[in-house]
């Protein structure tokens, strides 16, 4: 059974930094997109991050690039979110998710397996 399990998630001030792991069992992800999305209440899910299976090619929303840094670790099934300069606007739940099929790698749907969640909060 696929199983992802985020961590590294907290309460930090605007201008710190945070890393965010995410630990996949259950399967070879190896071959597989990567992707990080995060989430407020009453909001869609929104895009993060991506990444190809072998790490050659990421993407990243607007709101994080030059701040976030997506990265992968396939030997241990593990992907990763470098955050840094945190704003307020980054509070949120942050999911990891593994991505099967072909499609957007922006899109929620693309993604096959959740993981359950961390939770960040940046205070001003």
């Known amino acids: 059974q696929v199983q992802l399990v985020e961590s590294g998630g907290g309460l930090v001030q605007a201008g710190d930094s945070l890393r965010l792991s995410c630990a996949a069992s259950?399967?070879?992800?190896?071959?597989?997109?990567m992707g990080w999305f995060r989430q407020t209440p009453g909001k869609e899910r929104e895009f993060v991050a991506a990444?190809?299976?072998?790490?050659?090619?990421?993407r990243y929303a607007d709101s994080v690039k030059g701040r976030f840094t997506i990265s992968r670790d396939n030997a241990k099934n593990m992907v990763y979110l470098q955050m840094n300069s945190l704003k307020p606007g980054d509070t949120a739940v942050y999911y990891c998710?593994?991505?099967?099929?072909?499609?957007?790698?922006?899109?929620?749907?693309?993604?096959?397996?959740w993981g359950q969640g961390t939770q960040v909060t940046v205070s001003s």
């Open positions: 998710a593994v991505g099967k099929r072909v499609g957007s790698w922006i899109m929620p749907t693309t993604y096959d397996y």
């Open positions: 990444i190809s299976w072998n790490g050659d090619v990421t």
């Open positions: 259950g399967g070879t992800f190896s071959r597989y997109l």
